[in-house]
C-alpha cells in the first residue's frame, strides 16, 4: 500500500513537471498579432470649419427719451411685439428751476405789454375812427398790439413746454410720451415706473426705456480662427447649431468676414457674420450660444475609408494601405482626395471589395 501510494505521487509530480514545462512554454510563444479588417464604402465627405458665437437681430435699436424726467406709465414688456409709433412709456418732466423761472417772467413781462399795447390802442382807436390821426399811424398801434399778444401766448407755450412737456399749438405731439421707432418685439424694458431718465443729447447717451428687434431677420455673428480665415469666402453656406436647441440646425449664408483680427487670449481672430434663414415654425431668441460650421468643400457618395488605414510617405507624396494577401498584408500605393479629418476620399489603388488592415485587435479581459 505504502508502495502504491508512493508511485501515484511521482506520477503527478511527473505530470505537474510536463504541464509546467509546457505553460512556460505556450507563455514564451509570441502570437501573431490580430488586426481589424476594413473595407471602403460610398460615403460623403464634407470639409468644414467651426466659429463660435451667438445669434443676434440685425437690427437692435435702444429706445431713449428726448426730455429728462421720471418714468410715470409703461405700456410694453420683454416680448411684446410693437409697431413703429407705438407708445412705450409716459415720462413726467421734472423741470430745470432756472429755465422755470426764466420762461414764467418771459410771460410776466409779456402780459405787462400786451397791457400795454391794449391801452395805447384803446387811446388812439377813437381819435382814429374822428380822423384826428392819420390811419398809417392807428396801423402802428395795431400792429403793436398783435405783436404783443403773438409774444403773450408764445411765452405761455414755452412756460407749458418747460413744466408739461406740451404745449397747445403742438397740436397733441408731446416729448413725454416715448415711442417705439421700428417695428419689432421688445427684448428688454430696463426701466421700472418711478426711475428717472436722462435725455438724449451730444454730451449723453441717455437712459434707455426699451430695446426693439428686427427678430425676423437674424444673423449669427463669432470669430474664425487666423488660420481658418483664408480659407472661407463670402457667400458660403454655414450651419448653425444651438447648444440649447437639440436636433435642430438653421442655414445660413456667410455675408461678411472682417478686413482687421483682433487679438483674443493670445489668438488672433477675425469676426464673420452670416444671414440666418429662420424657416417657418422655427423659433430663435437672441442672444442664444451658437456654433457655425462653414462647409469649405464637399464630395457626395464617393468611395471613402477611415484615415487612420492610410500611412504617408516621409515626403507626404505617396500614400499606401495595407491590403490582405491570405496571410500576409502587402503595401498599395493609393490616391487619396478630400478629407475630413475622420475618413477620407479614394480616387483610385483599390477597389471597394478589398481588404484593408485596420487596428490591432485587442483581447477583452475574461469576466
Do not use: C, H
Not at 40 to 46: D, G, N, S
Not at 164 to 170: F, T, V
Not at 220 to 248: C, H, Q, W, Y
Not at 261 to 280: D, L, M, P, S, T
Request: aromatic share 6%; hydrophobic share 40%; charged share 25%.
Amino acid at each position: 500500500m505504502k508502495r502504491s501510494l508512493k508511485y501515484i505521487i511521482l506520477i503527478l509530480l511527473g505530470f505537474l513537471f510536463v504541464w509546467t514545462l509546457w505553460f512556460l512554454y505556450q507563455k514564451s510563444v509570441t502570437k501573431e498579432p490580430e488586426y481589424t479588417v476594413v473595407k471602403p464604402k460610398v460615403a460623403t465627405i464634407v470639409k468644414k470649419t467651426v466659429a463660435n458665437g451667438t445669434i443676434e437681430p440685425r437690427q437692435e435699436i435702444d429706445i431713449k427719451p428726448v426730455v429728462s424726467g421720471v418714468i410715470r406709465q409703461l405700456f410694453v414688456e420683454a416680448g411684446q411685439k410693437v409697431k413703429e409709433g407705438d407708445k412705450l412709456a409716459t415720462i413726467q418732466i421734472v423741470p430745470d428751476m432756472l429755465s422755470l423761472n426764466q420762461a414764467e417772467s418771459r410771460v410776466n413781462s409779456s402780459a405787462i405789454a400786451v397791457t400795454n399795447a391794449q391801452l395805447n390802442f384803446d387811446r388812439n382807436k377813437p381819435l382814429a375812427d374822428k380822423g384826428v390821426i392819420s390811419a398809417s399811424e392807428m396801423q402802428t398801434y395795431d400792429i403793436a398790439l398783435r405783436n404783443a399778444k403773438q409774444e403773450q401766448s408764445a411765452a405761455q407755450d414755452a412756460l407749458q413746454l418747460v413744466r408739461d412737456g406740451i404745449s397747445k399749438s403742438s397740436s397733441g405731439s408731446s416729448n413725454t410720451i416715448v415711442r417705439s421707432t421700428i417695428n419689432g418685439m421688445v427684448l428688454d424694458v430696463p426701466v421700472k415706473v418711478g426711475s428717472s431718465v436722462i435725455e438724449r443729447n451730444n454730451f449723453n447717451e441717455g437712459t434707455t426705456i426699451a430695446t426693439v428687434a428686427d427678430m425676423k431677420d437674424l444673423i449669427f455673428k463669432g470669430n474664425v480662427d487666423e488660420s481658418e480665415v483664408g480659407k472661407v469666402r463670402l457667400g458660403m453656406p454655414v450651419v448653425i447649431t444651438v447648444g440649447a436647441i437639440d436636433s435642430a440646425s438653421w442655414d445660413a449664408n456667410l455675408e461678411y468676414i472682417a478686413p482687421k483680427g483682433v487679438e483674443v487670449n493670445g489668438a488672433i481672430q477675425f469676426e464673420i457674420r452670416a444671414a440666418v434663414n429662420v424657416k417657418e415654425g422655427q423659433t430663435l431668441r437672441a442672444g442664444y450660444s451658437a456654433n457655425a460650421d462653414i462647409v469649405l468643400d464637399r464630395r457626395d457618395s464617393v468611395l471613402t475609408i477611415p484615415e487612420s488605414v492610410i500611412s504617408f510617405s516621409p515626403k507626404g507624396d505617396s500614400a499606401f494601405v495595407e491590403v490582405k494577401n491570405q496571410k500576409t498584408w502587402d503595401k498599395t500605393f493609393v490616391r487619396t482626395g478630400l478629407s475630413d479629418g475622420v475618413n477620407i476620399e479614394l480616387l483610385g489603388g483599390i477597389s471597394d471589395t478589398t481588404s484593408l488592415k485596420g487596428a490591432l485587435k485587442v483581447d477583452e479581459p475574461k469576466k
